[in-house]
């Protein structure tokens, strides 16, 4: 062995020792560099992914064929088929800010329009909001508001060129659908709770065609590649209102039975039952499965916080009106009434004080009927 040798053998030594005693061995230090090695060597011994189904298959990098459902073949001949059945997208999480705070409406051209689900657009326009499907086989659109008018044709043809095929009505007032046989083909459907038709038969307004399809309790319309569930829970404002429920994006419209971040519109939406309308808050909140509602005015989703919030607002007011009727005169309830909710309410809700008077006088009628 050479000088060189026994040199060059020490030094290794001494570098080995020094290492002995200067890593730390901790295991933050040495667990990476012992998993990290050969879960990557692994990773890349294996040339081919395994596919199992349509999302794999798109993940591995093959397209999806223009369908429905859609379709992806893998390079070597495998055949997917999307399951749409457990497909649950929800609303597009950047609509999300919309339960807070209002879009910009472009003062030129009035309205605001866009798509917060897949193929939902949500319309909002001087003090309504409506919705409307594409569905690849022609839109269905819901209402048509009198002071939205022309402007709905605007704002579908701004984001589709299919033609409408279906309207819905959620109920019969002029004010949510009277702009329909305006603005629409009469040859289109027309669907509605029966007891909507009946109304719209016997007010025979050539503004609101004729309903072609009517059900009484539930009706599923499926179109091209959407599926709406109409359901019927009650008149919880009007005689006929609908629920309208797009399962898959969990978006629903029910329109008058509250206004979101606001008080309701005179004597609680001049409702015509209040206990059904109570009743309503409960099984939209329980039954249905949806991230944001669609009220019929206000310029924001409503949620089921919103619903929740307009609930206690009504129950705190049958209790301020049943304290006060056994405290004050009857001249005095309806003072004692709009006087006490104003201060408990005051700062939560917008337009507190429009329709004080009137929620107070329907609220000290219903306590008294009791
Ligand atoms: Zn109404």
């Known amino acids: 062995m050479t000088l060189q040798m026994n040199l060059l053998i020490a030094g290794v030594a001494v570098l080995c020792f020094a290492a002995l005693v200067f890593v730390p061995w901790d295991e933050e230090t040495i667990t990476p560099k012992i998993v990290n090695t050969p879960v990557e060597k692994i990773v890349s011994d294996i040339d081919e992914p395994i596919i199992s189904n349509f999302e794999q298959c798109i993940a591995a990098g093959n397209p999806a064929m223009e369908s429905h459902p859609r379709q992806c073949r893998t390079s070597d001949g495998e055949h997917f088929v999307e399951d749409i059945s457990i497909q649950s997208s929800g609303v597009f999480l950047e609509s999300m800010k919309y339960t807070k705070n209002a879009p910009i409406i472009d003062e030129k051209k009035g309205y605001f329009v866009d798509e917060i689900a897949d193929g ?27 002071p939205i008018g022309e402007k709905y044709l605007q704002a579908i043809q701004e984001v589709t060129d299919e033609p409408i095929t279906h309207m819905i009505y959620s109920h ?5 659908t009277g702009a329909a046989g305006q603005i629409f083909p009469s040859n289109i459907e027309y669907i509605a709770h029966q007891d909507t038709a009946d109304i719209l038969v016997s007010e025979n307004d ?19 590649n959407q599926v709406l569930e109409l359901s019927y829970i009650g008149a919880f404002h009007s005689e006929g209102d609908m629920i309208i429920l797009a399962p898959k994006q969990k978006v629903v419209m029910a329109v008058d039975l509250f206004h979101p971040d606001a008080a309701p519109y005179r004597a609680f939406g001049v409702t015509v039952n209040l206990d059904t309308h109570i009743e309503a808050h409960d099984t939209l909140v329980n039954d249905f499965d949806f991230d944001v509602l669609i009220s019929g005015h206000e310029q924001i989703l409503g949620t089921k916080n919103h619903i929740k919030i307009d609930k206690e607002f009504v129950l705190s007011m049958m209790d301020i009106t049943t304290q006060a009727i056994g ?14 909710t104003m201060e408990q309410w005051q700062g939560k809700l917008n337009d507190l004080e ?3 008077v009137e929620h107070c006088t329907a609220m000290k009628e219903y306590v008294l009927s009791q």
């Open 172 to 176: 019969s007032h002029a004010d949510h």
């Open 327 to 340: 405290m004050v005169s009857s001249d005095e309830v309806i003072q004692r009434c709009v006087d006490d």
């Open 354 to 356: 429009k329709y004080m």
């Open 120 to 146: 939902i657009y949500w319309l909002v326009a001087s003090g309504y909001q409506v919705m409307f499907l594409t569905t690849g086989e022609g839109v269905i659109v819901i209402d048509a508001p009198q």
């Open 206 to 224: 050539p503004n609101r065609p004729i309903p072609t399809i009517t059900f009484d309790d539930t009706y599923t319309l499926s179109v091209g």
